[in-house]
């Protein structure tokens, strides 16, 4: 993660794209890879987004991989490290999310 | 990363949520989750949103977060490392981007 | 639709939020509103969003009733009729998509 | 709208395109649409997201009427009267933003 981080950071540096990276237009920018991320699957059945060919794989990874650059860009602008956020949310969602009540139950934690 | 893939897995299986986390679901999940970070920065000029206090940073923190394990969970499910991903795609982008001609322009890359 | 349009108008005039309402943010505005919409339906099956109770049904409603607000008034802030404007593009969508071609075929027209 | 509402309706059937188009799916495809709005603005200023040019604009209006062709759908699909449902919701906006404390102050209600 050090090294992907630290690439983004040099990239944008070299190409004087800092002025344009306020977390607000990050933001932007994440949401609008995501959605071509989304847009791989609106017309799939799900069955169907579990069984995609090669070709169609490698189109979304390299969605995924522009959605976790922006991810990473926009963490690193906040001074947050997200993979340590997110083990941390994970520790709090073992507890809102006890296995006793969540079993097999999507259901959001607070109409557990 | 390898933790944190691990820990989100068990998390699922323990709850029976396999079933819930088609690769489509995730991204939707995903999509969801991003519009909440994104919602903090909506109305904020992007000066501000490069001034939040530290109360706003532990919030979106908590949403970077929810971010991370999705993609992470969705990357997971399809067999893409994210982070190999990403740093694949730094390297493409490298060539795409050529710092000469994209200094101090957002211009998409196809507009260069 | 005109006295839609009007009453966001004075909505925002008399609580002085023109200012917040850049086209970029109310695009941002916009997004948040729509992943509102997905959120009720992320973990339902294609079948059950189609079978959807009254409670779920007026939430959905609700949803539904802020992002036509937020488009209409990005729409109304650029000078665009989003009616007018919709008619034309499924006037362009019915060459786009020939009958004969897009039969029972969801993929884009690009690949048609 | 009633005209809009049936077009959609006739070019969905006449391409036997009604089996993708669950509620479901439909808020994804908003989502992605919605996004291709935001794509437009995430890197100007909120100055510039005011000042487009003529390009610009029929570019970002394309977009505006596939994001009403999908919310118009969706809300057909859902037996949903979007301008209706709209005109409601500003009614009750009216009661939870009251003017007095919601001038100038883009916090949501909540915080208000």
Redesign the interface.
């Known amino acids: ?1 050090e ?2 981080i630290q ?2 950071r040099d ?1 944008a540096r ?4 800092d ?2 990276h ?4 990050l ?6 890879e ?17 069984e ?1 060919d090669r070709e169609k ?1 490698e189109q ?3 969605e ?6 922006y ?2 860009r ?2 690193d ?4 490290d ?2 340590a ?6 520790r709090l ?2 507890k809102k ?1 006890p ?1 006793e009540k ?5 259901a959001k934690y607070t109409e557990l």
Do not use: C
């Open positions: 993660m090294e992907l690439s983004i990239f070299d190409r004087d794209w002025k344009f306020s977390p607000k237009n933001a932007m920018a994440l949401s609008v995501v959605a071509e991320i989304v847009e791989h699957f609106q017309w799939l059945t799900q069955r169907q987004s579990d995609l794989l979304i990874e390299a995924i991989a522009d959605v976790m650059i991810l990473t926009l963490a602008r906040l001074g947050i997200p993979v956020a997110a083990k941390e949310k994970m969602n073992e999310y296995v969540a079993k097999g139950n999507a």
